[in-house]
């Protein structure tokens, strides 16, 4: 039984496929203890972020552009027994009654802005939400020519992860897991990546019990673009902290490198 097309598919289906990324927690919770007035991250998901920025204590708001994303993680919120203003909105073009001092986009949610005129509309509408000296954090990552050239259409399975929510009465038993497997088409030129996945989720016997077939486009952005686009949206002062991939830790570096994650920050001035 095969999942109609969806972006990034469910709600619950997501919080599977990227339980496993976690090590960048720390510099969010980190990122949002520094701040010293309100902060709002953008494209909040179901909070794999914002929920650790709550438990440690920080008051944060979300926004999110996609309806289902921001009532599942209003009803996870309500669950733990955490509040926080969760919010339905377009990063290019929201606005709220407050300004921040810290404004953030994690996990190469930026990268969601598939021309210039997004990427910098995106940046724009942030400063205009930032306080005098307020903070625009972004983590994307770097290209990589050698990742790049394996965006060749060809299905491989990049990773498999525990599964815990119920899809059936026997999920509950130990076992189940959501095995991932992308195919990538990259335009070099347009610096466009397009990816179809499947996720198939496997019970104990090792039998495929449902399929999710999903889709979702990004457009990577180098270092010196970045920069530009930073400037065009009239930020003065930025800087780019290169760090490791989540699967090595994601550890700050002294230098870049293709593939690295950058941190970006930007502050208003």
């Not at 990538?184 to 499947?198: A, S």
Request: charged share 25%; with cysteine.
């Amino acid at each position: 039984m095969s999942a109609v097309k969806e972006y990034y598919g469910p709600p619950d289906l997501y919080d599977v496929v990227y339980s496993d990324i976690r090590d960048d927690i720390p510099l969010w919770v980190g990122e949002a203890r520094a701040a010293r007035g309100r902060v709002l991250e953008l494209a909040c998901g179901t909070g794999r972020v914002l929920i650790p920025c709550l438990e440690a204590g920080v008051p944060i708001e979300g926004l999110d552009i996609t309806e289902a994303m921001v009532g599942y993680l209003k009803e996870k919120l309500a669950a733990r027994g955490l509040k926080a203003e969760i919010a339905a909105g377009d990063m290019r073009d929201f606005t709220r009654p407050h300004r921040y001092s810290l404004i953030f986009i994690a996990f190469n949610s930026f990268l969601h802005n598939l021309t210039a005129a997004d990427q910098l509309a995106t940046l724009r509408c942030c400063r205009e939400h930032l306080e005098s000296d307020g903070k625009l954090v972004i983590n994307i990552f770097h290209p990589d020519s050698r990742k790049l050239i394996e965006h060749d259409g060809v299905p491989r399975v990049i990773k498999t992860v525990p599964y815990a929510a119920a899809v059936a009465a026997s999920a509950a038993e130990p076992g189940w897991q959501a095995r991932v497997t992308d195919a990538g088409r990259c335009d070099p030129v347009e610096q466009h990546i397009w990816i179809t996945r499947q996720v198939e989720l496997i019970d104990p016997a090792g039998r495929v019990a449902r399929t999710h077939d999903l889709a979702f486009e990004l457009r990577y952005i180098y270092k010196p673009e970045m920069e530009l686009l930073l400037t065009l949206a009239g930020f003065k002062r930025f800087a780019a902290e290169p760090r490791t991939g989540y699967a090595a830790g994601f550890a700050p570096k002294p230098n870049p490198e293709e593939g690295d994650r950058l941190v970006w920050s930007a502050w208003k001035e």
